[in-house]
């Protein structure tokens, strides 16, 4: 008899991979998956290639090489006001992702309730579980995915360990607004909840809007982790680089996992990391940069039938297609792909019980061209 011992049953294929295999097979253009169809800077490619013949091949340092933490440190103290200390709470990791795992590894255990805000990031949910833990999500609903935190309130009860925050937000594009900061302070006050902010996209907000960093706010800085992802940043989401944020005692608890999980980064890319961020101006015009991308596509996108949602940061555009049909999001993702020729993710995905708003996201982190094309495509429906 052949065992059956998954700890992940209910878990398929992650829509990403799914979607993107899909847009493949019809050569569709991808707008699903999240990343640049664009080269990054040639300069960061010819630090990395310099990195490595001058010889920088070998084990990094479990918790990262020192310059690169350093300039982490730095880099938040300019933005966020904030002191860490490169030597025990800067943390370089292999992407975010790697950061998410292993912060709820190192402190999610069975009956561990961990809170989150739906639609999510799709590894939140499953890392919970795999570790026996619970996941209590708090449902937020299109058009605007506002937070009512009375009702994140009624969430709360004597098990939970963990809320982790994602702003600015995948897959909405919404971000965290001062009242919602204000209310978690409040809600999180004289308790031992530890916090987790996705703060990936930190880089990336528009309109004038500014990123409200957990680490901005002392009463929370105390108690979080904060991750990030130098493949937003960058350009580079391949090369799957990014760090982890928090205070001495909660990156203690961190480093004893992430030796065994991945003990170091690979050195060439963080040292040619470290020399080409040396520059701020190289991510300084980021949110300039993604802006234009997305009032772009918002413009092309005016002239379909698809409505749009608001987006005020991160590199999706959601949109509802009440004007096109009443089908199940994944039923028209699908046919978008095979007879349109164009790759969005459905964000019912993104809930665990699946929940369809009839809201699909786009990816607008792509050439004009390649946007063009794929609006012209829309155009049709
Ligand atoms: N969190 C969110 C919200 C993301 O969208 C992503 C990337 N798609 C990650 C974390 C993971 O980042 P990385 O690619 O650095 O692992």
């Known amino acids: 008899m052949i065992p059956n011992y998954s700890k992940l049953p209910g878990t398929a ?16 253009i991808n707008l699903s998956q999240g990343f640049p169809d664009y080269e990054c ?5 010819e630090f990395v290639a310099r990195a490595m013949k001058d010889g920088h091949n070998q084990y990094a340092p479990m918790t990262g090489i020192p310059a690169l933490r350093e300039l982490v440190a730095a880099k938040v103290s300019h933005l966020y006001d904030a002191k860490y200390d490169p030597a025990t709470e800067v943390t370089i990791t292999a992407g975010g992702t790697q950061a998410i795992f292993t912060a709820l590894s190192a402190y999610i255990s069975a009956g561990d309730e961990v809170i989150i805000f ?9 890392t919970i579980k ?14 605007d995915y506002d937070i009512d935190w009375e009702m994140v309130k ?3 009860t004597a098990n939970t360990k963990m809320i982790i925050l994602n702003s600015p937000h995948n897959p909405t594009g919404t971000i965290l607004r001062e009242k919602d900061i204000q209310a978690l302070i409040k809600l999180t006050k004289d308790s031992d909840i530890i916090i987790l902010s996705d703060e990936v996209y930190e880089h990336l907000v528009y309109d004038g809007e500014t990123h409200r960093s957990v680490a901005l706010y002392p009463e929370l ?25 928090a205070p001495d005692y909660l990156m203690k608890e961190f480093r004893k996992v992430h030796q065994f999980n991945v003990f170091s980064v ?31 596509f918002r413009s092309l996108m005016a002239e379909t039938k698809f409505k749009l949602l608001p987006c005020n940061g991160s590199y999706f555009q959601c949109v509802t297609y009440e004007d096109i049909s009443d089908e199940a999001d994944i039923t028209i993702a699908r046919r978008l792909i095979a007879e349109y020729g164009v ?14 708003h009839h809201v699909l996201r786009f990816c607008f982190a792509k050439k004009q061209d390649t946007l063009k094309k794929a609006v012209e495509r829309l155009m049709k429906i």
């Open 266 to 296: 690979n050195t060439p890319m963080q040292v040619g990391i470290a020399n080409y961020l040396e520059d701020a101006s190289t991510y300084s015009g980021l949110s300039g940069y993604f802006e234009e991308k997305r009032d772009l």
């Open 343 to 356: 790759a969005s993710i459905p964000v019912s995905a993104f809930y665990i019980r699946n929940t369809d």
């Open 13 to 28: 294929t992650t829509i990403f991979t799914v979607m993107s295999q899909l847009a493949a097979e019809h050569n569709a």
């Open 130 to 143: 795999m570790l026996g833990g619970l996941v209590k999500p708090y449902e937020m609903a299109p058009p």
């Open 154 to 156: 009624k969430l709360f």
């Open 221 to 245: 800085r105390e108690r979080a982790f904060i991750v990030a992802s130098f493949g937003k940043l960058l350009h580079t989401t391949g090369w799957k680089v990014g760090y982890c944020l």
């Open 118 to 126: 739906e639609p999510a990031y799709d590894s939140y949910a499953p």
């Open 41 to 45: 800077d040639p300069k960061l490619i």
